[in-house]
């Protein structure tokens, strides 16, 4: 979604909307088990950076106006920390 690059499916990390108390959140879905029409991006925050600057989230979940993503952020930095 953020770099377009094509990859294995399990190279990427699968996304949901949730909606929360303030709006709608993006977050991580590593298992791929989350209700919800889905979106794949690289776990890693260039990628994540590129998808913002290019507001593909809203295209992508298929939702007008703006996702919070920043629980995704916090996510894929600590991943990021711990390897």
Same mark, same amino acid.
């Given at each position: $979604?953020?770099? #377009?690059?094509?990859?294995?499916k399990?190279?990427?990390? =699968? +996304?949901?909307?949730?909606?929360g %108390?303030?709006?709608?959140?993006?977050? %991580?879905?590593?298992?791929?088990? $989350? %209700?919800?029409?889905? *979106?794949?991006?690289?776990?890693? +925050? *260039?990628?994540?950076?590129? *998808?913002?600057? =290019? =507001?593909?989230?809203? #295209?992508?979940? #298929?939702r007008?106006?703006?996702?919070?993503?920043?629980?995704? =952020?916090?996510?894929?930095?600590?991943?990021? *920390?711990?390897?």
């Amino acid at each position: $979604m953020g770099c #377009r690059i094509c990859t294995a499916k399990s190279d990427l990390l =699968r +996304l949901v909307v949730v909606e929360g %108390p303030v709006g709608f959140n993006v977050v %991580p879905d590593p298992r791929g088990r $989350m %209700p919800g029409r889905g *979106a794949s991006l690289h776990p890693d +925050l *260039a990628c994540l950076e590129l *998808a913002e600057r =290019r =507001r593909a989230f809203p #295209r992508a979940f #298929r939702r007008a106006g703006p996702l919070e993503v920043g629980v995704l =952020r916090q996510w894929l930095e600590s991943q990021q *920390a711990g390897s």
